[in-house]
Every structure is written in structure tokens, then in C-alpha cells.
């Protein structure tokens, strides 16, 4: 009996409760058995149980070394550190797939338990739709693709991890993308679930719109942490490569944030429901899409994962995924009317609009060259390569004008918005994108790319820090000292400050993306001890190698001091490690230095003997920034998903159509400063209103206009 | 007299950045130096030998004799496109990091665009109708709130302002100092 045994029948457990629950939920949903939901809800209990169980097996057997077992042998030696033994758990595709299979039945059991929260209706078909997904991928676990196989004759010792993998972002990166592209599951079982019942009502959407949310700061981590990663290890001095692998990472990230942002007009104005189920089901068939893409080896990557037949079988799921919501897309076509008219293109509305078409748009032209080699192949029977200057010639320009709708949007009202008030609003924006634009070019920045991107961001940065400090001005008149102000504000109105810290951080991220793509660096040089290498300011001196001979790894790194300014800052040692079982692929140690803003990034490329090496040196402006942009985002994702405290619970068992009176969106108080947005639900004497109440001051506000109103979140309604 | 200064504003802005445009665009633009033009032109070139990786990026042997190449013929005096244009000669279209811009290879480039116009097209009719037809339905919101009477109304406000105020201290002083 090893673990593994243990194992190989916890997923065939699984499997079985999995479609057990798929037909208890469903029976238990048309037959109005609430006995049969509840017995589903359980079993998803189940279902994660033999999961993790299967999954701890596989790491116990990692840490056991169980070389009998296939998957073990292949991916862990006895040299390896305990915490890359663990890490090899998701090393290869067997266990990669358990690890999304077990993730995604955590998830399960998360929805499970904050079931309460969402609409009773959907519940069963949420449940049934999340085992189905289960089920595809323990049938994949247990047929094609087992991690739990056994050699017929153990070996000794494994061969290892890739020393690529050995390294702390393997700790961290995979498991973080691999449960993004699985947390897409969620939202679209929501999709699914209101399909099938035509229940697609704010409840609806608001439970939707925070596994959306959650899945959009997931993957926005994995696709960072990659980011990141790639920099680290890899060498060429950047950290986005335009990759086929990368892309498919990116294609889910971009229609689900096109999602967020439509689903708002959805709440306010009840407009643009097809399109937003559109959008939720284009994002879990990308991210299917993308593993296929991965494990098939159908486009050729830098990422070399290793290819099988299990390709077909997901390219198989993606079509079923495909036929099944378009067939409940269609049958539910009718019932998804828009409940209030489109007024005005200048207005939130609007600006949103452009959001999902430049959203779209670069998901579109995205897979399209990613796709591209394939149809070049079989129009023309020539691959032709699609490669960065593609992306950055097609994506590049949709990028900036994201930006600057981004620093657009949050100056329109929403339904109309007048001149006067736009121009009001834009003026000081304007003035911050003006000054950029005229002192960056003094500054020595000729180009024109550039010049024009920089000030695209200064404006959007000006128009939300302007907003911002609009709110915390009135707070702060009113009595509150301002870091008070500044937290009760974000504090109060989430979703709305929560939106606009990720976009900042957008925003931080593209100047950190244009400086290191515009003025970026590089010089290469084959040095002798004593000579050295100038490049934009710095100094390198070369002194020699240095060769260590560890038991399972050769490490030969390179001696250099740098200089800044005259002064000698420190030494830095650029290296390559030599694994035993992989001596014909070393991985690189890199140093980075940064000074301010700036990456100091030096690559070891050759070496000859102990007195010659051949260095890359590449002077990174502004690439820090790129990071800590990337953690404002996530910072910003998690101030918007954050669950609110729930104050007052009111009657969720009046349904809209029970309410006789709507008071409009325009609800507008006495007082000269208060203005009221409908979205609120409260019952006044048996008679329902509808109607989200938000406070905005000042007197100047008073040209009654519907604008600004931060939104009342979930929390405080129900 | 406000409408007037902001005027100026904007006149001496535009006035401001026409000045450094203009100095910028009439100076000549600073050299590259001959690492930036190998690095230039490897990025556009793919290494043969690699899996999705510029000439530039890859420290495959080839990409690094490539590189040589590179530098040789910038030295002796060619343009950047020049060295491309003779690496394009030897090894055709597939050396190229991006799918050149005829021929069918064109289509690469035409099709985001052209999805992009249609998109936008397609948003101009979907607004434009949803536009015209919101003239009667703007009229139809507006008597929904008239057929509410004004007692019910003050009890709506008045409720909504005790929930504000439930919510948010600040605006429970800011009634408090209004009654008081």
C-alpha cells in the first residue's frame, strides 16, 4: 500500500460524487426537491474532501520520494529542498491538473458555504455546473492523465525539477495563475445558473460581479508573479514577451476587467445584459482555451511544457463549453431586454462602452496574432511569426487609449453629462497631461511615442487623484482630519475608491511599461579582468570567475563592481548554475540593482576560463514601478471585493416584480448639496423602493445633474 | 470675466507647448548609439534556432553571430532597414519577427483594425438607436415619479436620509447641524 493507492481511489471517489452531485442538484432544482439540493450541497462537501486527500497524497509521496511513482520519479530528486519537493506537486501536467481540480472544488465549498448570499434559485444549477467542470477534469485525472502511475521497478533517484522551476517564483507563480484561469469557473456557472432559471436580477449580479472580482485580482497576482518571474530568470532583460503562453494568461484577465466594467452599467442603468453573459462565458472559454493552447503544443512558445494528447481532449470540453451556453444564450435571447434607454454617448455609460470595445479589441487583435501562425500555415503553407513588434505596434496604441478612457470615465455622469460640467472637470487633468507634455520633452525625451503616452497617463493620474481629493476636501470641511477623511472615504464607498486605487495603479504600471520599452538600455562586451563597461551612467569592472562545485550543482559566477556617480556602490556576482540531470540547461543568476527608478539588470551570457566573460547589461528605467503599480491593483482588487459588515437584513423575499413603486434614478432631496441615486432596497411600509443613496457635498454641485454619486454597497443594503 | 481667464489659460498652455514642440521637432534628434541599433534591428529579426525569440533576446549561438552581423554592417555604414532587408534576402519572410506588411501576411495587420472599426461602427448604430428610442421612454421615467404624491415622497426622503445617516456619520452631523 503506498499513498499513492490512497490516491489513485480518492479521484475515483471523487469522480463519482462529482456527477452525483451534477444529478442531485439537478433533480433536486427541476423536481422542487430542496431535500435533493441540500443532500448536493453536501456531497460537494464530499467532493473536496477526496480531492484534498488525493492531493495530499501526491505531496507525501513527493516527500516520501516514492520513486516508484511515475510522476515523482519525473519531477523530484533526492537533492531537491523540501519546499521545491512540495512545489513540484504542480511541476508537470498530471499534478497541475489535480491542483486546479482541487482548487477548484475549494472554491466549490466556499460557494457552498456563502451560498446564503446568493439567489436560493441559482444554487443547484451553480452547484451542478461547477461538479460538470469537476467531473471533465477528474476524468482526465483518472484516464489519460493519472498522477498517481506506477513503475514497474522503482528507481533509486528522480530525475528533478528543471532547474527554470527551481527557483522562489515557482513557490508562488504557478499555483496563483493556475487558480486564476480556474476561479473563471465561478462566474460562469453564475452565467450558466441564470440562463437556465432566467434569473438575472441584481442579486444576481452582485454575486457574480464579486467572483468575478475575485477571479480578476487572482489572475491579475499570476500574471504579475509571471511577470516578475520571468524577469528574474530568464535573462533578456525584460518581463513581458508577448508569448503565446502569456497571451492566453492575459486573454481571460482582459474580457473579464471589459465585464467589471459593463456590469456597472448593468446595475445602474439594467442595459447591456446580453453582452455582459457574453463576456463571462468568452472568459472561462479563454482561459479553457488557453490550457489547451499550453498543453497542446499547437503554437511554438518559449514555455516548453511537455505536449500530449490531453490537448485534444480540452479542445473537445472548450467545444462543449461553446455549444452549450451559445444553445442557452439563444433560448434565453428574449428575455434579456434592456430596462432603461441609452441617453447620451458623454456619459458614464458611454465611457464604459469604450472600455468594452478597446477591451475587446485588444483581445481580439491579441488572439488573432496569436492565432495567426496557424492560419498562415494552412492559407499560405508558410508559418510566419507573430512577435512582439506586432503586439507592440497593434496592442500598444489600444493600451494608451484605455488609459486615457480610464482618466475620462470618472468625469462623466452617468445618463448625460453637460459641457460645462466636462469642461470643469477636465481642466485640471488637462493642465497635469499640458505640463507633462511640455517638460518631459525638455527633460530629454524627443520621441514623439513617448511624449504622448506619458501624458496620456499623467492626465488619467490627475483626473482620479482629482477626484479623489474632491471627496476628501468635502469630508474634510465637514470636520474630519484628512487621513481620516481619506480612509472613511474609501471605506465607505469601496467599490467606487476601490476602482479608482487599481486604476492608479494601472497607471503607475503603464509608466513603468513605456519607460522600460522606450528607454531601455543595453550593451553587451567580452571583458578581461581590469576592463570594463560604461553604459548610461554606470560603471561595470570586471575582475573574474569564480567557480563552485557543489554536490548536485556547479555554480560559475562572475566578479564586477559597480559604479554610480564616481562611487563605488557594490559588487555583484552574475552567474549560471549547472544541475546535474539538466547540465545542457543552466539557469541564470541575475543581479539587479536598482538605483531610484532605474534596474541596473546584468546577465552572465559566457565565459571562458577564470580570467574572461561576456556579459548583457541592461539599464531598466522605471521598471520598479511596474511592480508596485501591480501591487496598488491587486491592493485596489481587494478593497472592491472586500466584504462589507452586514448591518440590516431586509426582507429578500419580495421580488422585484412585488414591489409596485420604483422611485427612479433621480430621486433628488430638498437639500441643495444631497442628491439620491436609486439601486437602494428598503421597505417602507410594505411598499418597496428601490433606490442606491450616496452623498455628494459641496455646494458647487448643485447644477442638478446626476454625477458622482458614490455607490451604496451590498453590505449596508441587505 | 471667469470665462476669460480660463481662455487665457488655455492660450498660454497651447502657446507653452507649441514652443517646446516646435524646439523639439526643429533640433535635431539625438544619435543612437550603435548598441541601440543592433539591439533595434535584433529585436525585429527572429532567431532561427529558438522558440519565440528575437535575435536580440537569445543567447543562442546564431542569435549572438547574427548579432555580429548586425553590428558589422551598421558599422560599415548601412541604414537599420538595410540590415534587415539583407537578412530578409537570405532566409525570407520567417526570419522576420513580425509578419511583413504585404501579401497575404497583410492580413495580420488589417484584421484588428478592421474588427476594431466595425466594433465601433456597430456601438455608433447599437447608441444611435437606443437614442432615438429613449426620447419616449425619458418622458415615461419622469411620470413615474410624478404619479408618487408628495407625502409619500417625504416619507422616501425621509427614510433615506435615516439610512444615510445609519451609514455614514458624516452626514448624520451635517442634518443635525442643518436642523440646529
Known sequence: MHFSDLGSISLILALGFAILTMVVAVLGATRNIPQLVASARRCVLVVAFFLVLASASLIASFLTHDFGLTYVAQHSSLSMPWYYTTAAFYGGQEGSLLYWAMMLSVFSVIFVFTSRRAPAMLVPYVTATLMGIEAFFLLMLTTISSPFVRLPVPLPDGVGLNPLLMDPGMLIHPPTLLMGYMSFSLPFAFAVAAMITGKLDSDWLRSI???????????????????????????????????????????????????????????????????????????????????????????????????????????????????FSTGLFIYRLPRLRPEHEFESVVSREGSFLLNNLLLV??????????????????????????????????DGPLFIALVLAMGIGPLLAWRRTSTRTLWRNIGIPA????????????????????????????????????????????????????????????????????????????????????????????????????????????????????????????????????????????????????????????????????????????????????????????????????????????LGGITCWWPEKRRRRIDRSLSPEDIPVTVGARAELSREDTLVVAGRASVIQGTGTQAVAGLTSQAEESDSEVRDLPIGEEGAIT | MKQKRSLLVILAVVAILGATWSHVLLTTPPQKTLDQEVQDVGSQLKCLVCQGESVADSPALLAQQMRAVIRQQLQSGKSEQDVIQYFQARYGDKILFAPPQRGFDLLAWLVPVAMLLAGALLLFFVVRDWHTSSRGGAEQEDSDLTGVDEAEMERYRRQLEQELADDDPLFAQSTIEEAG
Open chain 1, 209 to 323: 460581479r464579486r467572483w468575478t472580482l475575485a477571479a480578476w485580482s487572482i489572475q491579475t497576482a499570476g500574471l504579475v508573479l509571471g511577470a516578475w518571474w520571468a524577469y528574474h530568470v530568464l535573462g533578456w532583460g525584460g518581463y513581458w514577451g508577448w508569448d503565446p503562453v502569456e497571451n492566453a494568461a492575459l486573454f481571460p484577465w482582459l474580457t473579464s476587467t471589459a465585464f467589471l466594467h459593463s456590469a456597472m452599467v448593468q446595475e445602474r442603468r439594467g442595459m447591456l445584459k446580453v453582452w455582459n453573459l457574453g463576456l463571462v462565458i468568452a472568459s472561462f472559454a479563454l482561459s479553457i482555451f488557453g490550457t489547451f493552447e499550453v498543453r497542446s503544443g499547437l503554437i511554438s512558445s518559449v514555455h516548453s511544457f511537455a505536449y500530449s494528447a490531453i490537448g485534444g481532449y480540452f479542445l473537445g470540453f472548450l467545444c462543449i463549453v461553446v455549444v
Open chain 1, 431 to 634: 493642465l497635469a497631461a499640458a505640463a507633462c507634455a511640455a517638460i518631459l520633452p525638455l527633460a530629454g525625451i524627443r520621441d514623439i511615442w513617448p511624449n504622448i503616452a506619458f501624458a496620456v497617463c499623467a492626465f488619467t493620474a490627475g483626473a482620479i487623484l482629482y477626484e479623489i481629493w474632491r471627496g476628501v476636501r468635502v469630508r474634510h470641511s465637514h470636520g474630519e482630519p484628512y487621513p481620516l477623511a481619506i480612509y472613511m472615504l474609501i471605506h465607505r464607498y469601496r467599490q467606487r475608491y476601490g476602482g479608482y486605487i487599481v486604476h492608479l495603479g494601472l497607471v503607475m504600471l503603464a509608466v513603468g511599461v513605456i519607460g522600460s520599452h522606450f528607454f531601455q538600455a543595453q550593451a553587451s562586451a567580452t571583458l578581461r579582468p581590469g576592463q570594463e563597461i560604461d553604459i548610461a551612467g554606470y560603471k561595470l569592472v570586471y575582475f573574474g570567475n569564480i567557480a563552485q562545485q557543489y554536490p548536485n550543482v556547479v555554480v560559475e559566477t562572475a566578479q564586477l563592481q559597480v559604479w554610480s556617480d564616481g562611487q563605488l556602490q557594490e559588487y555583484i556576482y552574475p552567474g549560471r548554475e549547472f544541475y546535474a540531470n539538466y547540465s545542457n540547461q543552466p539557469s541564470s543568476l541575475i543581479p539587479i540593482t536598482t538605483f531610484g527608478l532605474t534596474d541596473l539588470y546584468v546577465f552572465l551570457d559566457n565565459w571562458n576560463g577564470p580570467a574572461q566573460a561576456t556579459f548583457d547589461v541592461f539599464v531598466n528605467p522605471l521598471v520598479p514601478l511596474v511592480w508596485y503599480g501591480a501591487l496598488l491593483m491587486l
Open chain 1, 361 to 394: 479589441g485588444i483581445t481580439f487583435a491579441t488572439l488573432w496574432g496569436t492565432l495567426f501562425p496557424l492560419i498562415s500555415q494552412a492559407l499560405s503553407r508558410q508559418t510566419q511569426t507573430v512577435g512582439p513588434p506586432f503586439y507592440n505596434s497593434v
